[in-house]
């Protein structure tokens, strides 16, 4: 089974897969900053890795927030979702930590990058909850209007 294969049968209505793919790709991205500043003995500054970080959290929120809308079961998802995010939070800060020998928790402004990605991830999941209702609602009024014709 080819990669391709393996990446199209994961469940991507599930948080933890799109947690993992967004680990992967952190991975691959920080490897590949490691392999270029190795070749041209030039060293990367760490908000760059705090950058990409930040990037992949919220590539994470996106996704998360889209793949919402069609799942059935909010609270489960919710429950699913909000510890990947925790989970994915803490690995990409050890993976800033490991690749740039640098703490994100030290510095004031990069604490305040992570605190404004989790208010946003709050926000959104809470949009999501209301569209949800609000179309939930549509089509109950738009069966009761069928049904009376």
């Known amino acids: ?79 699913e979702s909000v510890y990947s995010y925790i989970g994915l939070t803490a690995f990409v800060i050890g993976s800033i930590w490991l690749f740039s020998s640098h703490s994100i928790l030290a510095q004031e402004d990069h604490k305040w990058l992570i605190k404004l990605l989790s208010i946003i991830y709050i926000v959104l999941l809470t949009i999501l909850s209301s569209v949800k209702k609000i179309v939930g609602i549509a089509l109950q009024q738009e069966k009761k209007i069928r049904d009376e014709k």
């Open 1 to 79: 089974m080819s990669l391709l294969d393996k990446l199209k049968s994961l469940n991507y209505q599930k948080p933890i897969s799109i947690a993992t793919i967004c680990g992967l790709l952190l991975i691959v991205i920080f490897v590949c900053f490691k392999i270029y500043s190795s070749l041209l003995t030039t060293k990367i500054d760490p908000e760059q890795y705090v950058i990409i970080g930040c990037a992949i959290i919220l590539f994470y929120i996106i996704i998360n927030v889209v793949t919402g809308f069609k799942v059935n079961d909010l609270v489960a998802f919710y429950g």
